[in-house]
């Protein structure tokens, strides 16, 4: 605990400072007291923890069209992001897979015969980023 403490601290020094500074655009008084500031950074130091600790996985991305079909796949969840390699086994915590089955696109079409187009617009979900679970 002392060591969250420890970066709670280190994380105001750098932020304090900034809401001094009049080049700063966004600038937001806190409505929230030391005590409670501490609290919620733990939580979400906690979180990442969490991810950090959580059940492994290993899977393979795999490339796809476009121009950055063959580049790796950033996916982060509560602040704890992973830079994912295409075609390459790698093992990553079970929330980031989450993330990754929750990425989706709706893509449309419709039926084609003959070179003609028929029927109405249809819709599916396909995953943004295609991968499979080894294991």
Excluded: C, W
């Amino acid at each position: 605990m002392k060591d969250v403490n420890n970066r709670v601290e280190q994380d105001r020094e750098i932020i304090n400072p900034l809401a001094d500074d009049p080049d700063v655009l966004f600038k937001e008084e806190s409505t929230l007291d030391k005590e409670q500031e501490t609290i919620i950074l733990n939580q979400l130091l906690g979180s990442a923890e969490e991810i950090r600790n959580a059940k492994k996985v290993r899977i393979m991305m795999h490339n796809q069209e476009g121009a950055l079909g063959n580049q790796p796949v950033f996916v982060s969840v509560n602040g704890m992001g992973y830079s994912i390699p295409r075609d390459v086994p790698v093992v990553i915590p079970v929330p980031i897979l989450k993330a990754l089955e929750d990425a989706v696109e709706t893509k449309y079409y419709r039926e084609e015969i003959g070179g003609v187009f028929v029927g109405p617009m249809l819709e599916r979900q396909v995953r943004r980023f295609p991968f499979s679970i080894i294991s």
